[in-house]
């Protein structure tokens, strides 16, 4: 007799969840809600926890401590495949030796549905690829493959989707159309997605809010802008992009502004984007902010003078330049090739400026290296 799986629908929500292996707590205290109908997206390095959370709301893994509901119903202890809950994993998972429409109907004939014609072909429509009924999958490219494991778990319904690292596999051009296609599909079938990746820019392209994990807690969780623009740790802030992180002290203050000192060169930020806790931290500008210009130019806004151009990367749509700074730091600044500026030369002597309201700050205790050792596009969880 088949077994359908408990009808349970609504927001998902992890209370205070801890799962413990020995000493070694894998995800620690973690509790967040995610909106029904939601693209949600756990993001961090490998061994954050990100993995172990998304098996135990499969089902997969029981927490140690905590609770996990979906809408109204504790699902906690209960059994994955009683969980209205379906994954999609990085290797596919097909039956090689079922053709693509039997693939794709395998869950609807084990739930006892007798005709699966209509919704078979009603998924493949949405992932495009209805002419491919009739093949196996080893005829199938990688991303058709992908699509395919993605019909084969939207058919049924379900509650909740998981994406264990749905695109690892495919190469990045087609990593990154899956991307917009994935957002797409998810939108047309409004099911709440929770997306498990350590990439950045694909938590970020897909995502409506972001969780970045570490040490099996939430750093900070927000919208992709939210936590580009103005990141709550130096983790987040170098994980999610380049930061140029800049020790200062605060001076006072001018209205809603803060005045900082910056090895004696002052600057004005928004107070209402520090995130010091006394009169110490670090200034945040990301590379694409920052504006070089000749020495004795008329500039307004943050302005630091004494650089030295260090290096000069051309890459397309953008330059990347290396400044050397009088304290002895060396600053990235990406400038975009659109806007008919001569290039600068290694060993110019520029100054550097910005708006005040690009700058964040970080406390000025924070270790300035996390998250620079992890390098998002290698990692192979």
Excluded at 44 to 61: N, Y
Excluded at 119 to 125: I, P, R
Excluded at 186 to 206: I, K
Excluded at 216 to 236: C, R, W
Aim: charged share 25%.
């Amino acid at each position: 007799m088949a077994i359908d799986p408990i009808d349970a629908r609504g927001d998902l929500r992890l209370t205070r969840i801890t799962k413990s292996y020995g000493d070694f707590k894998a995800v620690d205290d973690l509790s967040l809600t995610i909106p029904e109908g939601s693209f949600f997206a756990l993001l961090g390095p490998s061994g954050c926890g990100k993995t172990t959370t998304l098996r135990m709301v499969a089902g997969l893994e029981e927490p140690t401590v905590g609770s996990i509901h979906l809408g109204d119903t504790d699902i906690t202890t209960t059994r994955a495949y009683q969980r209205p809950i379906n994954t999609v994993f990085q290797n596919y998972a097909l039956f090689p030796h079922l053709t693509i429409f039997e693939n794709i109907a395998f869950g609807l004939r084990r739930r006892g549905v007798k005709d699966v014609k209509e919704q078979v072909e009603k998924v493949l429509s949405l992932v495009e690829l209805p002419h491919l009924a009739q093949r196996k999958p080893t005829q199938l490219s990688g991303g058709q493959q992908q699509r395919i494991a993605l019909a084969r778990a939207i058919v049924n319904r379900p509650a909740l989707l998981l994406l264990d690292e749905p695109l690892g596999a495919l190469d990045l051009k087609l990593r990154r159309q899956m991307q917009i296609e994935l957002k797409w599909i998810q939108r047309e079938v409004g099911l709440t997605f929770v997306h498990v990746t350590h990439d950045q820019e694909e938590a970020m392209t897909m995502a409506d809010t972001i969780a970045v994990m570490n040490e099996g807690k939430i750093e900070q969780m927000g919208t992709p802008a939210d936590l580009y623009d103005d990141p709550e740790t130096a983790f987040v802030a170098n994980f999610l992009g380049q930061s140029n992180l800049i020790k200062g002290k605060i001076e006072g203050r001018d209205g809603d502004n803060l005045v900082i000192d910056l090895f004696g060169q002052k600057i004005s930020m928004p107070s209402a984007r520090s995130h010091a806790v006394d009169n110490t931290l670090y200034a945040g500008i990301r590379p694409e902010k920052f504006r070089i210009s000749r020495t004795g130019s008329t500039l307004r806004g943050n302005i630091l003078s004494g650089g030295r151009i260090e290096d000069v990367s051309y890459i397309g749509v953008s330059t990347q330049y290396v400044v050397a700074m009088p304290w002895g730091q060396e600053l990235m600044v990406f400038e975009q090739n659109d806007d008919g500026v001569p290039p600068f030369n290694k060993g110019e002597e520029v100054v550097i400026s910005w708006e005040p309201n690009f700058t964040f700050a970080l406390r000025g205790d924070e270790d300035v290296e996390a998250g620079t050792e992890v390098n998002p596009e290698e990692i192979q969880e």
